[in-house]
Every structure is written in C-alpha cells, then in structure tokens.
C-alpha cells in the first residue's frame, strides 16, 4: 500500500564505479568520458524495517514532464529518474513532484566527503573507512544509519538512512549489514 513504510534509504550511485560494470556500458551519457560525475542520485527508496515495497502504482502513473522537470540534475538521466517513480516512487504515497522535491531534499542534506568531491586518481578505500568519512562530513550521521555497496571490489553506491520524514537520519541494520563484504574497495577516479 503507498505510504506505507518505515524509512527512506538514499542511494547514492558512485558514477565512476557503475561505469565499469555491464550497466554502465549502456548508461549512454552517465559514462562519456567528460562527464564527471561523481556521486549521483540512483534512488530514494521507501523501505520497511525488513524488507522494501516495490511497483506501488499503476505502471500507467507515469511522472509528468513538469514533475520530471523537478528531477533535473538529481538523477544521471531521465530515464532513470522515470524508472525510480514506478519502482519505489509509487511506494512513497505521493505525488511524482512531491517524490522528486523529497529526493533533493535528502540529496541536499548529506554533504559528500572531500576525498570523494572530485578525484582524479585511482584510490583504495575499506568500506569501514568510507563509513567513517561520511560520518565524519555528516555530524549527525552514525553507524547502522548507512551502508556501502560494492560490485565485486568496486565501490557501487553508499547508501544512507532516512526517517520517514527525512527530518534525520534512521538507523537500519538490515541495509548496513548488506554492505561489501570485500577488505578494500577500489574508488575508480572521477573522468
């Protein structure tokens, strides 16, 4: 049922790393070298305390163009932006343009470690320490609040917990324990 779930996780695409993978090869645009992307928004997905709702909505509730408007800038592409409101958007129990207004709101609210602003070298990172850098950038942030994905030894996205309000961050064990499970993550450089 819409509306009906327990917290937000903001995903948080590492544009660098999902451009290594079999996706980022058709991600058009997203992956051109110049586009330098870093962290870019994948999602803002309605969750429960276990497990997450998903396709809430008649597939015909397509976003309109002013409500994708609003989404200009958040997502790498409007394809994906159209593609989060059918798969969790409708999950959220309001209107495309309220969804997309909530997604910056979370986006606006973490502040992205200096480390990750803009590299251009290769790093290494442990998934512990990109925990702890965002942290860091984001006083309020705690352990269990957030949790780092990896594809393979690549870092894919860091995702981070919202109370439902997006007031304050939430903590959210299943999402933090489902986090890489590699020693050290490789952070491709932002091109």
């Known amino acids: 049922m819409p509306g009906n779930f ?66 200009q800038g958040l997502y790498p592409s409007i394809g994906l932006a159209r593609h989060e409101w059918l798969k969790h958007g409708t999950c959220s129990g309001k209107s495309p343009t309220d969804y997309f207004a909530d997604v910056r709101h979370a986006r606006d609210a973490i502040v992205i470690p200096p480390p990750f602003a803009a590299p251009k070298e290769d790093q290494t990172w442990t998934p512990a320490d990109i925990v702890r850098a965002f942290i860091a950038a984001n006083p309020r942030l705690r352990p269990g609040m957030l949790g780092v994905a990896c594809a393979g030894n690549v870092l894919e996205e860091v995702r981070i917990c919202f109370s439902k309000d997006l007031r304050d961050f939430h903590a959210c064990p299943e999402v933090s324990r489902q986090g890489c499970r590699v020693r050290e993550v490789s952070v491709p450089p932002v091109l």
């Open 6 to 71: 327990d917290f937000y996780v903001l995903a948080l695409s590492w544009s660098p790393g999902f451009c290594e993978t079999e996706a980022g090869a058709r991600a058009g645009s997203q992956c051109e070298p110049g586009a330098n992307l870093g962290f870019v928004v994948h999602g803002l997905w309605p969750q429960y305390e276990h497990g997450y709702p998903t396709d809430c909505g008649p597939a015909a509730r397509f976003p309109s163009r002013m409500a994708l408007e609003a989404a």
